[in-house]
């Protein structure tokens, strides 16, 4: 089978998945595969213990225990409309979204790439973030516009990004209001720890 062939039939397991009712219960392999992640990742996320505002962590699980248990090993389930809640609450409309969950230090100092482009006067321009898969036709224009050397790819954070000029002025205002957004929140959970 190909790759385009996989991911089809994954989809339509998915979508008979998603078909049952929320009370199912499913090992960690079968809820793993309906999320889209991995038995590992999934495991990770199990070990994730969510802050006071209840971020972070996985999907709530069932952890099936007795007074004789010893050890980690136990039977663990999830029930579907647990991993469906979780999805939702991972839903993001735009990768800047994405990256205002992340965390502070993620959107000040890890790189990400940006198509760019060369200006008369030797600065760059960002054309779009590589990453941001908003709008297909855009992104395959300018991956054709790169392979064809008319755009460079660059790596920086979006802190850096923010402060560069971009030709779509919307776009940049996007990234100043979330990147603004987000220093405001730290600085308000600052202030309350005082």
Known sequence: MSSIEELIAHA?????IASW????TMEPVLAAFFLGISVKKLEELRRVEPDE?????????????????????QAVLYKLGDLRRYQ???????????????????MLSVEEPFFTSKQPDGSIQIERSALDFDDPKAREQ??????KS???????????????????NDKRNEVRRYLTELLNQELDELRSTE
């Open 53 to 73: 505002n209840g971020n972070g962590g996985g999907p709530r699980f069932i952890k099936m225990t007795n007074r004789k248990s010893k050890g980690l090993n």
């Open 150 to 168: 008319e755009l460079d790819v660059h790596f920086m954070p979006w802190s850096v990004a923010a402060r560069l000029r971009w030709s779509n």
């Open 21 to 24: 009712h929320d009370d199912v």
């Open 12 to 16: 339509r397991l998915r979508n008979e």
């Open 88 to 106: 939702d609450d991972h839903k993001v409309a735009s990768v800047f979204e994405g990256g205002n969950r992340a965390s502070m230090f993620e």
């Open 142 to 147: 300018l991956f054709f516009q790169f392979m």
